[in-house]
């Protein structure tokens, strides 16, 4: 036995001697230290001096593993063959819990947390620091579910086959599933130079020790597996007195929080979620590929071609949905860029409702006490996380709308500047208030009549568009010349009773209002031209 001490606890020490005389390896410089007050985490493994670059930190060899070939041992063929992968092997976690020191594994046993704070574990109380975030009780509560149905399945065959089942509670088997989220890794390592062949090569395992090293994803480290062991490698140098990190990957909060049962503040990797509406047929023909489905915002997505919180994709699928079939012509198979103006300041103003209806399931600033507990302190650090990620959306989506403004065709600025126009509306509908035209029914006809008139007197800037005489549009031109047009031609003649105010005039602008138009969102704080119709003439 090593004289060597790893740690003043003694549970950690033993656990230390334990590992060393089963062939495993600890640095010289490093040790167990006790959980820092209000940590997140656990032990830690620190050092007491500087550890080099590229130096083997820890090794576990795969005798010392827990992995499925050994729950295979464990239980009868009947009980392998009925029970899932994954039961099987929490039910091996929990037989050798309940051999205490018979078990090889009791010196590692001793030091596994028997409770943990990912979601399964919260209180109600708990629970309500993740409301609005896409980790939700509804997920807690199918995980969980999920568990016990298999567990109870799992307890029933042991019950059959005559063995005493009174130890394998609920909370134990909970326990041992926490465990192998937490702490388990890849079931490739411990055949890394082989073809997967089977199923069972991909089930998680438990390294002892490996797993005692905390995340930080940041760390530059490499797992090096061999045929007879796992070892981790620094790949910067350890200061004296530092912990020493894992690197788990590229983890956000909602993965970290429901697997391992903490959260990092400032996450690099932290997303938030976005469920996009259905296409219809003739849509997904423009998108080229089905819709992902789900869709990940998170800062990590801006790059120098794509400077936007949104992914590509996202964005993609979006132009599709909000353009006119006048634009749709103009996507391409697989479209990166709006098919106009118009369409790009409607795309946002369609993720700008969706983030809005997100934004308000969250908690009202404030509505909630400061956390009492660790769990709620890391639910708040990925809620806090979530809300950032939709904000910084919202005010994106609110720059690239008020961005785009400027040339718009607006008709309560045109009204509130006077003018010949406004006072020829005036003259014909009684007044020149935009609130009043739409309370009486009369702002779209006047809306069209303004988009007329600028083609007519100033064409070199506002053009509109040709289209298709279509037989029902044009009946709806005509319609609206025979019945309007005597009476303010008769007015206003020096607006509308000049020449150029024909039917297929009127037609165009009818049909530019009708597709070419965006409405404003009125409930929406910080926008230029909130409530209004305008009309973007390219």
């Not at 073809?195 to 069972?200: A, G, M």
């Not at 100033?458 to 279509?470: G, I, N, R, T, V």
């Not at 209002?513 to 929406?524: H, N, S, W």
């Given at each position: 036995?090593?004289?060597?001490?790893?740690?003043?606890?003694?549970?950690?020490?033993?656990?230390?001697?334990?590992?060393?005389?089963?062939?495993?390896?600890?640095?010289?410089?490093?040790?167990?230290?006790?959980?820092?007050?209000?940590?997140?985490?656990?032990?830690?493994?620190?050092?007491?001096?500087?550890?080099?670059?590229?130096?083997?930190?820890?090794?576990?060899?795969?005798?010392?593993?827990?992995?499925?070939?050994?729950?295979?041992?464990?239980?009868?063929?009947?009980?392998?063959?009925?029970?899932?992968?994954?039961?099987?092997?929490?039910?091996?976690?929990?037989?050798?819990?309940?051999?205490?020191?018979?078990?090889?594994?009791?010196?590692?046993?001793?030091?596994?947390?028997?409770?943990?704070?990912?979601?399964?574990?919260?209180?109600?109380?708990?629970?309500?620091?993740?409301?609005?975030?896409?980790?939700?009780?509804?997920?807690?509560?199918?995980?969980?579910?999920?568990?016990?149905?298999?567990?109870?399945?799992?307890?029933?065959?042991?019950?059959?086959?005559?063995?005493?089942?009174?130890?394998?509670?609920?909370?134990?088997?909970?326990?041992?599933?926490?465990?192998?989220?937490?702490?388990?890794?890849?079931?490739?390592?411990?055949?890394?130079?082989?073809?997967?062949?089977?199923?069972?090569?991909?089930?998680?395992?438990?390294?002892?020790?490996?797993?005692?090293?905390?995340?930080?994803?940041?760390?530059?480290?490499?797992?090096?597996?061999?045929?007879?062991?796992?070892?981790?490698?620094?790949?910067?140098?350890?200061?004296?007195?530092?912990?020493?990190?894992?690197?788990?990957?590229?983890?956000?909060?909602?993965?970290?929080?429901?697997?391992?049962?903490?959260?990092?503040?400032?996450?690099?990797?932290?997303?938030?979620?976005?469920?996009?509406?259905?296409?219809t047929p003739s849509q997904l023909s423009l998108l080229g590929e089905p819709p992902t489905g789900l869709y990940h915002l998170t800062?990590?997505?801006?790059?120098?071609?794509?400077?936007?919180?949104?992914?590509?994709?996202?964005?993609?699928?979006?132009?599709?949905?909000?353009?006119?079939?006048?634009?749709?012509?103009?996507?391409?198979?697989?479209?990166?860029?709006?098919?106009?103006?118009?369409?790009?300041?409607?795309?946002?103003?369609?993720?700008?409702?969706?983030?809005?209806?997100?934004?308000?399931?969250?908690?009202?600033?404030?509505?909630?006490?400061?956390?009492?507990?660790?769990?709620?302190?890391?639910?708040?650090?990925?809620?806090?996380?979530?809300?950032?990620?939709?904000?910084?959306?919202?005010?994106?989506?609110k720059g690239v709308i008020n961005s785009r403004t400027a040339s718009l065709v607006r008709l309560?600025?045109?009204?509130?500047?006077?003018?010949?126009?406004?006072?020829?509306?005036?003259?014909?509908?009684?007044?020149?208030?935009?609130?009043?035209?739409?309370?009486?029914?009369?702002?779209?006809?006047?809306?069209?009549?303004?988009?007329?008139?600028?083609?007519?007197?100033?064409?070199?800037?506002?053009?509109?568009?040709?289209?298709?005489?279509?037989?029902?549009?044009?009946?709806?031109?005509?319609?609206?010349?025979?019945?309007?047009?005597?009476?303010?031609?008769?007015?206003?003649?020096?607006?509308?009773?000049?020449?150029?105010?024909?039917?297929?005039?009127?037609?165009?602008?009818?049909?530019?209002?009708?597709?070419?138009?965006?409405?404003?969102?009125?409930?929406?704080?910080?926008?230029?031209?909130?409530?209004?119709?305008?009309?973007?003439?390219?």
């Amino acid at each position: 036995m090593s004289t060597r001490v790893f740690s003043t606890d003694e549970t950690f020490n033993a656990f230390g001697q334990w590992l060393i005389s089963h062939g495993g390896f600890i640095h010289e410089s490093l040790s167990f230290a006790p959980p820092e007050p209000d940590s997140q985490y656990g032990s830690r493994v620190v050092t007491s001096s500087d550890v080099p670059p590229n130096s083997r930190l820890v090794s576990c060899p795969h005798t010392l593993t827990i992995n499925y070939t050994k729950a295979c041992s464990a239980f009868s063929a009947d009980f392998i063959s009925n029970t899932t992968q994954h039961a099987a092997l929490r039910m091996f976690l929990c037989l050798e819990w309940l051999n205490g020191k018979e078990s090889l594994w009791w010196p590692y046993l001793r030091v596994l947390p028997r409770e943990f704070d990912t979601p399964l574990y919260f209180s109600d109380e708990d629970l309500k620091y993740l409301q609005g975030c896409n980790l939700d009780i509804t997920e807690v509560e199918a995980r969980k579910a999920v568990w016990k149905e298999e567990f109870e399945a799992a307890v029933a065959i042991l019950q059959k086959e005559g063995h005493d089942v009174e130890g394998y509670t609920w909370e134990l088997y909970l326990c041992a599933s926490t465990v192998f989220t937490s702490r388990s890794f890849p079931g490739k390592l411990m055949n890394w130079d082989r073809e997967i062949l089977h199923e069972d090569d991909t089930m998680p395992v438990l390294f002892p020790l490996i797993d005692s090293l905390n995340h930080y994803p940041i760390t530059k480290i490499t797992w090096q597996p061999s045929d007879t062991s796992l070892s981790i490698i620094s790949g910067a140098g350890v200061l004296a007195g530092a912990e020493v990190y894992n690197n788990y990957g590229p983890k956000p909060n909602e993965e970290l929080l429901m697997g391992y049962g903490f959260t990092l503040p400032e996450n690099p990797f932290d997303s938030v979620l976005l469920k996009p509406p259905r296409l219809t047929p003739s849509q997904l023909s423009l998108l080229g590929e089905p819709p992902t489905g789900l869709y990940h915002l998170t800062r990590r997505n801006r790059t120098p071609e794509n400077p936007s919180i949104y992914p590509p994709s996202l964005l993609s699928l979006i132009y599709i949905l909000t353009s006119t079939p006048s634009e749709a012509t103009r996507i391409s198979t697989h479209p990166a860029k709006p098919a106009s103006k118009r369409n790009e300041i409607s795309a946002h103003i369609t993720l700008l409702h969706a983030l809005l209806r997100k934004y308000q399931n969250f908690p009202a600033p404030n509505s909630l006490p400061p956390p009492r507990n660790s769990k709620q302190a890391s639910a708040k650090i990925y809620a806090d996380s979530q809300r950032s990620i939709v904000l910084s959306a919202i005010a994106e989506s609110k720059g690239v709308i008020n961005s785009r403004t400027a040339s718009l065709v607006r008709l309560p600025a045109a009204l509130a500047e006077g003018g010949a126009f406004a006072e020829a509306i005036e003259a014909c509908f009684g007044s020149a208030d935009e609130e009043e035209l739409t309370e009486a029914g009369h702002d779209d006809t006047v809306h069209i009549l303004y988009l007329c008139y600028l083609s007519l007197t100033q064409s070199d800037l506002f053009k509109l568009p040709a289209c298709p005489p279509e037989e029902e549009a044009m009946e709806s031109a005509r319609q609206l010349n025979e019945e309007l047009f005597p009476i303010v031609a008769a007015v206003a003649p020096e607006v509308f009773g000049r020449a150029g105010w024909t039917v297929e005039l009127l037609h165009r602008g009818m049909k530019a209002y009708a597709d070419m138009g965006i409405q404003f969102p009125r409930e929406v704080e910080g926008l230029a031209l909130a409530g209004e119709y305008a009309v973007c003439l390219e």
